[in-house]
Structures are given as structure tokens and as C-alpha cells.
């Protein structure tokens, strides 16, 4: 069966749509066999396994739908032939509407970030998820100036991160030094290895780029596991130090001597003062980081960033290094996840390997592609639909990261280049504006001579 069209006498081939959904369903098939279909219970005898037809039943019928959904709108457009608008004018026109919102919408969503806490329906769970949220708009910043600017792909951010969390736990156990101490130098120490993994991948590019920083942040992962004598291994670190507001500490009753937050402006002790402070001190750190990135990014090391993510051979051929380039950009967004692995590791108060496995990469690196890569706003945009947004599926219990994919792939339908996608320039030549006056009387004048 074939519904034709005007533009292409070919029309859309149903057939072939309902086989291309067939197969994806049969796929679909394959792997909820296993992963839906059989489920391990406990019994008096010991495991045994029951039956779920029916989910698999469900899996496999939508994955078919969508399919086929999807099949048939991009045969439907393709159908339609050639679309008459420029395609210089769709950009431009995207563009301008990116900026503008990114104008907008970047003031809105900080002052809504400032003014949470003190909503009416801001109680503990909704600062403690907003707190979490801003933990991974600030790794997505900071990955995005190695993934967005200078377009190198690194999936072993996660490295950073736990590099930045065992820092400040081991000098707050080893040294007895507050979180305020530790800040800057948790920051240092992830800058630190983030050079030692731009050397080995000076030469590499894309696939190769990739899989090196992923063995790197593996390899990281495994030291943290197994140097039991340093990091306690895999049973982790516990009791570490929360940070204080200006040595007033968020406690019941004081150290004689001394006063808690709560005495101090005379107000009933309540738990949630030290959340509240918490969600600030992370808002504060990736603005930091934004303010940081939109001003790097206009000196000549973001621009060479920027020559960097477009051509590495006209980027040497201008005269750039490209491994300063690359070293500059893995220390900087290195340094960030240093930052937000400390503040993790005091909200926490607990770490342990098993928060750093590849699985954080990928959701970092998921959050920069779905913002769009080089957007700032758009990377917020992407961690508070992705993280956030997941918590809505909570009560899915076991399906919750089906909802996640699920996520994923729908905007990634919708939007394939990322939610605020158009990467422009910091610098612009504009060749309908000619030369000013004063540099064609030199060239004139040279040639007369």
C-alpha cells in the first residue's frame, strides 16, 4: 500500500513501514525475554523465578507504535520534497529566537532558583531534589567546556568528580581541614589529573578520544576500590565534616564556647536551615561556573577553544597549540567537577565508589548533547528534565530508568541537535559591512607607493 503525494509520486511505502517496526519490535522482543519477562522471587525453598507475559507484552506493542510513528513522520516529511525557505534564513531565524530566549530565560530561571527556598510548597524533598539538580547543572557547565567548546569528547568526567569528593573527605580526615580549606584545593587536585589525561590524548581525536578518558575514569574508580588502606576502599568514608556559615555551625545544641546558626540570629533550631544553606552554597558555585564559562569563552583561549571544536588543522594552521588548547580545557572543566565533588561529598556526608561508576558520565555527557552542546542555557534546560524530571517517575520503582531512555529518546526525536542547539560564534566577521575607511586609504597608499 502506498499514499502518494504531490511532490514525490513515490509516496510512502506502509509496507515497508510495517516491516521496518516489525523488526524493531522482534528486537524489543529479545531483550525484555530477560529483562521483563523473568523475575527471581524468594521463596521457602530458595530463588525462584516467576513470569511478567503480559509487561513483555506491553514493551514489545510500544516499541512497535513508536515505531512506527516515527518511521512514518520521516517518511511524511520526506515525502514533502524540498522545503523552499533558505536554509541560511532557518538558522539565522533559530538563532535569533535561541538568543533571545537564552536573554530571557536565563535571568527567570535565577531568580527562581533564588527565591525557592521560600515558596510555600518548598519543604524538605523539594530542596533536597533542587540541591541535586544544581549539583549536575554545575557538572554539565563544567563538562561542557571540554564537550561544547573545544569539542572534545570525554567519557571519564565522572573521574573528576570523585577525584574532587576524596579530596576534601581524605585532607578532612587526615589534616583536620574545614570545607572552606578544602574547596579550592579539591579544585586543584582534580585541575591536577585532568592535565595528567589531556597528555596521553594530545593525539587523539573522536572514537579514540572517548575511549581513552573511559578507561581513564575507570581506572580511578578501581584505585578508589581497591587502595583500602588510603580510601577504605569499598566501604567508603562517613562522618565528613559539614561546612559551617562563617564558623556557626547548623546543630542542636553548641560546643561550649561557641554559638550555633540558629542562637546566633535568634531564631528555633530547624533541620532545614542546613538544607537551605546547602542549596545556596551549590547556587552560588554554578553561577560561578556560568559567570566563568561566558567570560573565558570571549578571551583568546575560548576562542581558540571554539577553532579547536571546528577544524584541529586550520586551528594549527592559525598559529594556535593545540595542546596547550586541550590541556587548558581538560584542567578548567576538570577544576569544576572538583568543586561539585566536594560539595557532594559534604551533603552527603558519606562516599564511596559506587557513586562514581560510568553511569554518572553518561548522564553528565547525556545532559550536555540534549541541551545542546555550547549552551549554556540549555544545558540547565536538560538537567532539570533529566534529573528532576525522572523523580516524577519515582513511584515506576524498577522502570524508572525505562522512563529516563524514554526521555532521552523523545527529545532526542523532537530535537537532534539538542534543545538549544545553534552554536554561534563569540566573533563574527560581517562581509556586508565593508573595511573601514582608514584601513583602504592605507592599502591605496601602499600601492601607490
Same mark, same amino acid.
Given at each position: 500500500m502506498m499514499i502518494e503525494?504531490?511532490?514525490?509520486?513515490?509516496?510512502?511505502?506502509i509496507a515497508g513501514l510495517l516491516k521496518e517496526s516489525a523488526i524493531a519490535a522482534l528486537v524489543a522482543l529479545g531483550l525484555t525475554i530477560v529483562m521483563l519477562g523473568l523475575r527471581t522471587v524468594d521463596t521457602t525453598t530458595g530463588l525462584g523465578i516467576t513470569t511478567r507475559w503480559p509487561l513483555v507484552a506491553v514493551a514489545v506493542i510500544s516499541v512497535?507504535?513508536?515505531?512506527?510513528?516515527?518511521?512514518?513522520?520521516?517518511?511524511w516529511k520526506a515525502s514533502k520534497g524540498p522545503v523552499s525557505r533558505d536554509r541560511k534564513e532557518?538558522?539565522?531565524?533559530?538563532?535569533?529566537?535561541?538568543?533571545?530566549?537564552?536573554?530571557?530565560?536565563?535571568?527567570?530561571?535565577?531568580?527562581?532558583?533564588?527565591?525557592?527556598?521560600?515558596?510555600?510548597?518548598?519543604?524538605?524533598?523539594?530542596?533536597?531534589?533542587?540541591? #541535586?539538580?544544581?549539583?549536575?547543572?554545575?557538572?554539565?557547565?563544567?563538562?561542557?567546556?571540554?564537550?561544547?567548546?573545544?569539542?572534545?569528547?570525554?567519557?571519564? #568526567?565522572?573521574?573528576? #568528580?570523585?577525584?574532587?569528593a576524596y579530596s576534601y573527605a581524605l585532607f578532612a580526615f587526615y589534616f583536620d581541614l574545614s570545607f572552606w580549606v578544602c574547596l579550592p584545593l579539591a579544585?586543584?587536585?582534580?585541575?591536577?589529573f585532568g592535565v595528567l589525561l589531556g597528555f596521553p590524548v594530545l593525539r587523539l581525536r573522536g572514537d579514540y578520544l572517548a575511549i581513552v578518558t573511559l578507561g581513564f575514569g575507570e581506572i580511578i574508580r578501581i584505585i578508589l576500590l581497591n587502595w583500602y588502606k588510603f580510601t577504605n576502599g569499598p566501604d567508603g568514608i562517613s562522618g565528613i565534616p559539614r561546612?559551617?556559615?562563617?564558623?556557626?555551625?547548623?546543630?542542636?545544641?553548641?560546643?561550649?564556647?561557641?554559638?550555633?546558626?540558629?542562637?546566633?540570629?535568634?531564631?528555633?533550631?530547624?533541620?532545614?536551615?542546613?538544607?537551605?544553606?546547602? #542549596?545556596?552554597?551549590?547556587l552560588i558555585l554554578a553561577l560561578i561556573t556560568n559567570f566563568f564559562t561566558l567570560?573565558?569563552?570571549?578571551?583568546?583561549?575560548?576562542?581558540?577553544?571554539?577553532?579547536?571544536?571546528?577544524?584541529?588543522?586550520?586551528?594549527?594552521?592559525?598559529?594556535?597549540?593545540?595542546?596547550?588548547?586541550?590541556?587548558?580545557?581538560?584542567?578548567?572543566?576538570?577544576?569544576?567537577?572538583?568543586?561539585?565533588?566536594?560539595?557532594?561529598?559534604?551533603r552527603q556526608a558519606f562516599i564511596s565508589p559506587e557513586s562514581f561508576t560510568f553511569i554518572e558520565s553518561a548522564v553528565i555527557l547525556a545532559i550536555v548533547v540534549l541541551g545542546g552542546m555550547g549552551s549554556q542555557v540549555g544545558v540547565a534546560i536538560a538537567a532539570?528534565?533529566?534529573?528532576?524530571?525522572?523523580?516524577?517517575?519515582?513511584?515506576?520503582?524498577?522502570?524508572?530508568?525505562?522512563?529516563?531512555?524514554?526521555?532521552?529518546?523523545?527529545?532526542?526525536?523532537?530535537?537532534?541537535?539538542?534543545?538549544?542547539?545553534?552554536?554561534?560564534?563569540?566573533?563574527?566577521?560581517?562581509?556586508?559591512?565593508?573595511?573601514?575607511?582608514?584601513?583602504?586609504?592605507?592599502?591605496?597608499?601602499?600601492?601607490?607607493?
Open positions: 503525494s504531490n511532490n514525490n509520486p513515490r509516496g510512502i511505502d512497535f507504535a513508536g515505531r512506527l510513528l516515527f518511521a512514518f513522520r520521516r517518511e532557518e538558522e539565522d531565524r533559530a538563532a535569533t529566537i535561541i538568543k533571545r530566549f537564552s536573554t530571557i530565560g536565563g535571568p527567570v530561571f535565577i531568580a527562581f532558583a533564588l527565591v525557592l527556598p521560600l515558596m510555600p510548597f518548598a519543604d524538605r524533598y523539594v530542596i533536597d531534589i533542587a540541591t #541535586y539538580v544544581l549539583i549536575y547543572v554545575m557538572l554539565g557547565w563544567g563538562l561542557n567546556i571540554v564537550v561544547g567548546l573545544a569539542g572534545l569528547l570525554d567519557l571519564g #568526567y565522572v573521574a573528576f #568528580y570523585a577525584v574532587g579544585g586543584l587536585c582534580a585541575a591536577s561546612p559551617s556559615f562563617f564558623g556557626l555551625e547548623f546543630k542542636r545544641t553548641a560546643v561550649e564556647g561557641t554559638q550555633t546558626f540558629h542562637q546566633f540570629f535568634d531564631l528555633d533550631y530547624s533541620s532545614m536551615h542546613r538544607l537551605i544553606f546547602l #542549596y545556596y552554597l551549590i567570560r573565558i569563552r570571549k578571551m583568546p583561549v575560548g576562542r581558540a577553544w571554539e577553532a579547536l571544536r571546528e577544524d584541529e588543522i586550520a586551528c594549527r594552521s592559525l598559529g594556535i597549540n593545540p595542546t596547550n588548547t586541550k590541556l587548558t580545557a581538560f584542567a578548567l572543566g576538570a577544576m569544576f567537577a572538583g568543586f561539585a565533588g566536594s560539595f557532594f561529598a559534604t532539570v528534565l533529566l534529573i528532576g524530571g525522572t523523580e516524577l517517575f519515582r513511584g515506576l520503582e524498577e522502570y524508572r530508568m525505562l522512563a529516563f531512555g524514554g526521555l532521552m529518546v523523545a527529545i532526542m526525536v523532537w530535537k537532534p541537535r539538542g534543545l538549544l542547539a545553534h552554536l554561534e560564534p563569540t566573533i563574527k566577521l560581517h562581509p556586508d559591512k565593508g573595511p573601514p575607511p582608514e584601513a583602504i586609504k592605507a592599502v591605496t597608499e601602499g600601492e601607490g607607493k
